[in-house]
């Protein structure tokens, strides 16, 4: 964790001005002869959720007035920080972990993540993506729409909080749930077997029947592990008191003989208590849901490489030489921090193809 956060949730009146004091900081490079830390601005900007100012007497019916407050908060609630440290410990992420959060807000989950520069985190708020920036500023993080960016690199984990039932639209015309639109955009982005955890409305696939379709869709990429309720309250201190949400596993599928995917199923494995122990709560979950897919993850991650090389047209030299030289890069303690991001060349350098429409010829 790189910074303590408070339990005390700031009063709903006290967010929209504090907001605005935090962004004027970081505008002017002002916060250091302020004397407010990094960590005070961690825990003093809220976002955007709850702050949309309009009431309910002024529209015709209930769903007039929730799409207008679609409009102007676009979905953004950002995760309290115990949810996000629950999240990453069920996870147990490594050092060499590379991981992604595609509507990242200021980054949340980022605080719970072993090595910031191995993160991933975009989103189309440019306020939200400022204080992030400032926040965890050797990670990597762009001001850009879940359905543009491209990410050139492939994760082993992508965590998310994305926003609740709004409708988007594919290139091809289809219009999905934001929660399926991200399921959909993670799976494009995570390495074979890599794992995604997001937290979705309790709703979301709770019904074999009427949500069948989107059902099998996410079976068509995803391997399920499991998932957990948590506690109604959880968006609380942004002036939502009851709202039920659950956090999901899911594991992308892979070719490799032998491996075995799960179907969905609607039940939960666990329900937080209001005042659960993250700690103990977090391990009962690895345990009991991460744990096995986790360790296929890792132990795939050479084989994964191998296969792909094999595939390729270099030579056995150069296979033997690169895994020599990351072995060295891992063991070696100063250039440790960068065996992921090594992994990860190596592994675009065998993936890559030529750009549509360029030609060999000079």
């Not at 809220?46 to 929730?66: C, Q, V």
């Not at 950002?78 to 996000?84: A, D, K, V, Y």
């Not at 993506?129 to 960016?149: G, M, W």
Request: hydrophobic share 35%; with cysteine.
């Amino acid at each position: 964790m790189k910074y303590s956060y408070q339990e005390e949730p700031i009063p709903q009146d006290k967010r929209k001005s504090l907001n605005e004091k935090v962004l004027y900081l970081i505008d002017n490079d002002s916060s250091d002869s302020c004397s407010i830390s990094p960590a005070d601005i961690y825990n003093a900007y809220t976002g955007d959720g709850g702050l949309h100012g309009l009431e309910r007497d002024d529209y015709e019916n209930y769903h007039a007035y929730s799409e207008a407050k679609k409009e102007i908060e676009n979905g953004q609630f950002f995760t309290p920080p115990r949810i996000c440290n629950f999240v990453t410990a069920c996870l147990k992420l490594s050092e060499y972990d590379l991981v992604a959060d595609l509507t990242c807000g200021m980054g949340s989950f980022f605080n719970f993540i072993p090595a910031e520069t191995n993160i991933y985190g975009c989103d189309l708020d440019v306020r939200a993506v400022k204080v992030a920036k400032f926040l965890y500023p050797a990670a990597t993080i762009e001001c850009r729409d879940i359905r543009t960016c491209q990410p050139d690199t492939r994760f082993d984990y992508v965590i998310g909080n994305p926003p609740f039932h709004l409708k988007w639209w594919t290139q091809n015309g289809r219009e999905l749930s934001s929660q399926m639109y991200y399921c959909l955009k993670a799976a494009e982005v995570l390495k074979p077997l890599g794992i995604l955890a997001l937290i979705v409305p309790k709703s979301y696939l709770s019904d074999t029947f009427t949500d069948s379709g989107q059902i099998r869709e996410m079976e068509k990429h995803y391997s399920f592990l499991g998932q957990v309720l948590l506690p109604e309250d959880a968006f609380s201190y942004l002036g939502v008191s009851r709202f039920p949400t659950k956090l999901q596993f899911w594991q992308k599928k892979t070719a490799a003989n032998g491996w075995k995917s799960h179907p969905y199923r609607t039940e939960a494995e666990h329900t937080l208590a209001r005042d659960f122990n993250v700690q103990e709560e977090s391990q009962y979950i690895h345990k009991k849901i991460v744990a096995f897919a986790k360790s296929a993850l890792e132990n795939n991650q050479s084989k994964i490489l191998l296969e792909l090389a094999k595939s390729s047209s270099t030579s056995g030299d150069f296979k033997y030489q690169t895994q020599k030289l990351l072995y060295h890069i891992k063991v070696h303690p100063v250039t440790r921090p960068s065996y992921a991001r090594c992994c990860e060349y190596l592994h675009r350098f065998y993936t890559q193809r030529m750009p549509e429409g360029m030609r060999y010829e000079l």
